[in-house]
Every structure is written in structure tokens, then in C-alpha cells.
Nanobody
Framework: QVRLVESGGGLVQPGGSLRLSCAASGSIFRINAMRWHRQAPGRQRELVADISTGGNTNYKDSVKGRFTISRDNAKNTVYLQMNSLKPEDTAVYYC????WGPGRGNYDGWGQGTQVTVSS
């Protein structure tokens, strides 16, 4: 069983910064891609950023230049540095790991979500 625990959410003023973290624990054999998603009230969950095992990154257009995703493989942790935050970034943010395990193959793990609120 793999558990993903997020931290770092909160309330911030427009233009401010937050850093989200998501650490995996448990029976981990291999973590492939790591991703951050978000879901605002009344809207569908959307992919914000992802990072491959080799460090290649992709971002949703609206966060390019403001958000940075990174990973620490030794700690099984992914980060999301969010700068120049806007009210429209307000959402619950979820981490998602694409994992592999013997006898199980490829599967996805999800964090519980952390609230980010951007408001003055």
C-alpha cells in the first residue's frame, strides 16, 4: 500500500507564493511520472504540471512562468513552487504519482488534496 501526503496549502494574497509538497511512503518499487492536479469549486479536475523520471516537465498554459514542479527521487517527493498567485489559482490541489509494482504493474496513487486560496 502506498500513501501520498500533501502539505503546504493555505491562504495567500494575490501576487504571493506557496510551495506544495507531496511525499510517498509505503511499499514503493518505482515511481514514474509525478503530477499536480487541481479542482476549483464547480469545475472539473485539471492537470497543472507533471514531471518525468528524467526531469522533463510540462505545464498548463495558464501557470507557465509562475509555477515550477520538481522532484526529489531519494525522498519520493514532488514539489510545486507557485509564484505570482492569482485568485483563479484557488482550488484544491492533488498530487498524483504513476507507480509500478511487481504483480500489480502500473497504477496511480493520489493524495488527499490541499486547499490553496488566493484572496485579499
Amino acid at each position: 500500500q502506498v500513501r501520498l501526503v500533501e502539505s503546504g496549502g493555505g491562504l495567500v494574497q494575490p501576487g504571493g507564493s506557496l510551495r506544495l509538497s507531496c511525499a510517498a511512503s509505503g511499499s514503493i518499487f518505482r515511481i514514474n511520472a509525478m503530477r499536480w492536479h487541481r479542482q476549483a469549486p464547480g469545475r472539473q479536475r485539471e492537470l497543472v504540471a507533471d514531471i518525468s523520471t528524467g526531469g522533463n516537465t510540462n505545464y498548463k498554459d495558464s501557470v507557465k512562468g509562475r509555477f515550477t514542479i520538481s522532484r526529489d527521487n531519494a525522498k519520493n517527493t514532488v514539489y510545486l513552487q507557485m509564484n505570482s498567485l492569482k485568485p483563479e489559482d484557488t482550488a484544491v490541489y492533488y498530487c498524483n504519482f504513476h507507480l509500478w509494482g511487481p504483480g500489480r504493474g502500473n497504477y496511480d496513487g493520489w493524495g488527499q488534496g490541499t486547499q490553496v486560496t488566493v484572496s485579499s
